[in-house]
């Protein structure tokens, strides 16, 4: 009889009879524990546009092995990018091929794409023999039931599927890494979260530091730099994708090798569109979160630590909207599937220990905030996407994008000095350098999901105004809308059959 010894059983058999003094994984940190000697052994799911930008930096490491790719996708050429051919460039780079994908038109995704593309770049970086052993799967499910020696997972997937994935990851007794938002729902972010407080995985969330000026600007207001903070401004050039103002109603076929019903997930059941899927998903309340969870997550994370914000105390939002004629009459579409083309969301925050009650305005889609007039008086010109804040005795106008931020006080406007303010863990180092830290059993990522609970809170409750259409108040510690019933049927989803979280 053969007998099969995962990695995990064979490194314990190995160091319990060595004649070294060496102390046992399952000592040092529970049975799941990865040494600092060790790789790190992971799982990739999502094989998409953002998943190849990103995949370099995995690759790269040397603690880190990709073992299994995971997409409902095999392989197609109808994703979406940012720039013509900037995909398949990348990819040929991490293959070291030069002529890879020449008779391919469109932009390249899918698990076969990902697992040629890991296998190629171990074996040019790291000799033969290590590039023949990535395996390509559909189904998450099957991949973390077949894969029983992988020790993590990235998920690189459309939002509605981030929730699902990270707790099942996580029940597996695997560590995290994904990103943002940890899920495009409210109760499902807490149970996120809830499962990453019972099991205790390593997780990361990969909007961490990205924001890092804002929180050192934070850091200066809590100094009292323009006194109490009011209000907080944030605008974003987003989207930079469709958002669809009606439901498709035409019928394309399934694309071959496509599984629609394993990237349908826990949503609810339609037919098939490419309006849904590749790049774009993140323009429908099914299946993304909108312009704040792509980008107000980075812009605002840092704040919410710094400034210990809890979640919001109620919610407002403004939205565009489009006409449609019918019988010669025209008429305001009621639209309860897309997110509008631009909107303006206030949220409320009450005071906490010295700090007042704080209102905080994101903007999307070309909208800006007027500017007070003592910002007016210079004459400025106001980036695709910043921030201002503003206080009793001041005000900050800073560029998402690294333009110096500026302090306007007392008639008069300076460049705002942020090397004197704290640096933020990990600065400077690879986006998930604490997670594995964590994942070798040190202390928690700066960019683990606990740290991102408000945030997540406070995006999912913009979007539960913007579909509610009018102010809701919310209840934190019951987790409920309390003056709007009907709208806390937006704090979910409603789950296909065996989807149910």
Same mark, same amino acid.
């Given at each position: ?46 094989? /998409? =546009?953002? /998943?190849?930008?990103?995949? /370099? ?99 690189? =997937? ?5 929730? =699902? ?83 498709? %109603? ?69 939205? %565009? ?61 106001? %980036? ?49 350098? /604490? ?44 987790? =409920? ?21």
């Amino acid at each position: 009889m053969t007998v099969r010894l995962d990695r995990r059983q064979f490194i314990g058999a190995t160091l319990a009879s060595s004649a070294f003094t060496l102390v046992p994984r399952s000592v040092l940190g529970g049975p799941e524990y990865v040494a600092p000697s060790e790789k790190i052994t992971l799982a990739h799911i999502g094989m /998409g =546009t953002q /998943g190849f930008n990103e995949l /370099g930096g995995l690759l790269d490491d040397p603690r880190i092995q990709i073992v299994a790719v995971c997409d409902p996708n095999r392989d197609s050429n109808d994703y979406v990018e940012w720039g013509r051919n900037g995909i398949r460039n990348r990819i040929r780079n991490y293959m070291g091929n030069p002529s890879w994908g020449a008779d391919r038109r469109g932009c390249p995704g899918g698990r076969e794409v990902g697992r040629q593309v890991v296998d190629a770049y171990y074996q040019n970086h790291r000799g033969a023999g290590t590039g023949t052993g990535c395996r390509a799967y559909a189904d998450y499910r099957e991949l973390l039931d077949t894969e029983k020696d992988v020790d993590a997972v990235k998920v690189m =997937t459309p939002d509605h599927l981030h929730a =699902t994935i990270a707790i099942t990851v996580m029940k597996k007794g695997k560590h995290v890494l994904m990103h943002k938002p940890i899920a495009n729902r409210l109760a499902e972010g807490r149970l996120v979260l809830e499962t990453q407080r019972q099991t205790k995985r390593a997780t990361h969330l990969l909007a961490y530091g990205s924001g890092a000026d804002n929180g050192r600007i934070a850091e200066k207001i809590k100094q009292g730099v323009i006194g109490p903070l009011r209000e907080i401004h944030n605008w974003s050039n987003r989207p930079v994708w469709p958002q669809y103002p009606v439901i498709p %109603s035409d019928r394309p076929p399934i694309p071959e090798g496509f599984d629609w019903d394993l990237w349908l997930g826990p949503a609810e059941e339609r037919p098939y569109h490419p309006h849904y899927t590749h790049t774009v998903f993140r323009g429908w309340y099914d299946f993304g979160g909108g312009s704040m969870a792509d980008m107000g997550i980075y812009s605002l994370w840092p704040i919410f630590v710094a400034l210990e914000l809890d979640a919001p105390v109620s919610a407002q939002a403004w939205a %565009s909207h489009t006409c449609a004629i019918t019988d010669h009459v025209s008429h305001k579409v009621h639209n309860d599937y897309s997110y509008p083309a631009a909107c303006n969301i206030r949220l409320e925050f009450a005071a906490r220990g010295d700090q007042p009650a704080l209102d905080l305005f994101w903007y999307d889609g070309g909208m800006k905030p007027r500017l007070p007039r003592e910002v007016e008086a210079h004459d400025i010109e106001m %980036s695709p996407e910043g921030i201002l804040f503003v206080g009793d005795e001041g005000i900050i106008l800073a560029g998402f994008h690294g333009e110096s931020p500026r302090l306007f006080s007392k008639g008069k406007v300076e460049s705002l000095n942020l090397e004197d303010g704290p640096a933020p863990a990990d600065a400077g180092a690879q986006r998930h350098e /604490g997670w594995i830290r964590a994942c070798q059993g040190g202390a928690p990522s700066p960019g683990a999901f606990e740290k991102a609970a408000s945030i997540t809170d406070a995006v999912n409750l913009g979007t539960v105004a913007l579909r509610a259409g009018k102010k809701i108040r919310f209840d934190s510690q019951a987790m =409920t809308i309390i003056n709007a019933p009907d709208a806390n049927k937006y704090l979910t989803r409603v789950y296909r059959k065996g989807w149910e979280l």
